[in-house]
């Protein structure tokens, strides 16, 4: 079993793009691209490449394919205004709900409340 060494990272290093990928691939929580970065054999990790892309082109096509559908989808809608004359509207009460009434108060309060 081959054992890569470790890419140790100074603080304010770049680092070239191979080793930046290396760390990504070994850190990241993607599974196929884990498997790709430390796969011990070369037929293994050509396995995981071909089922990422395969999963990365089915991924493509999905969206594609729903986005299409919903885009075609048509929808008509239809609206006429008839003016059919003058509409005869019920008749609307307003009760009063004070309990006084403005005879008594204007006996009882006299000059104070004026209309």
Known sequence: MKVKPEIEIEQDEILPTNDRLQIFGENTSIHGIRNITTGNRWTRRL?????????????????????????????????????????EFPNVVICNSNMLRSPSVMTDFGGLLSY
């Open 47 to 87: 396995l995981w490449t071909v089922v990422l892309c395969v999963s990365f082109v089915t991924l493509s096509y999905q969206v594609y394919s729903s986005v299409n559908t919903f885009l075609e989808f048509e929808t008509n809608t239809k609206f006429q205004q008839k003016y059919r004359g003058p509409q």
